[in-house]
């Protein structure tokens, strides 16, 4: 059971932070490709942080999927347990929304950003036993 004040930064199950928040930052850094890729097609988004904020949401809602099984049982134990709603509905947006802000300002960092996200991601899909197993081991040493 969750509880009803969350730690700041730990395991996603229990707190408001985890190791996979910077992630989120990162990955905003994406949504400026998109952009680009709609304006070269004479789609203008009138609202690109609503647009960020949507396309965070829908990886939210996939993930919670995972997390409870609908892609298999390895995809939900790498997931390694169910998010704590403020992390997912909030922190996890917001990371996501100021990664964005920040590539809209410093465009050069985008590309930086993308290797070190999907590297990141590399390195726990292929060589960690689960998602939450790094931020388990730091959890330990400190």
Known sequence: MTPFWPEIFGHKTVALFDLWTITHFLSGFGVIKAIEIFE?????????????????????????????????????????????????????????VAGFWVAQRHGGFALPAKIIATIWFLVHLIFLPHSMWLQDWLSAKL
């Open 40 to 96: 070269k097609r004479g789609r203008v988004i009138a609202h690109p942080f609503l647009f960020c904020l949507l396309i965070s949401a829908l990886w939210e809602i996939a993930e919670i999927y995972m997390e409870l099984g609908a892609a298999g049982a390895w995809v939900k134990h790498w997931f390694d347990g169910v998010e704590y709603w403020a992390n997912r509905l909030i922190t996890d947006q917001l990371a996501f």
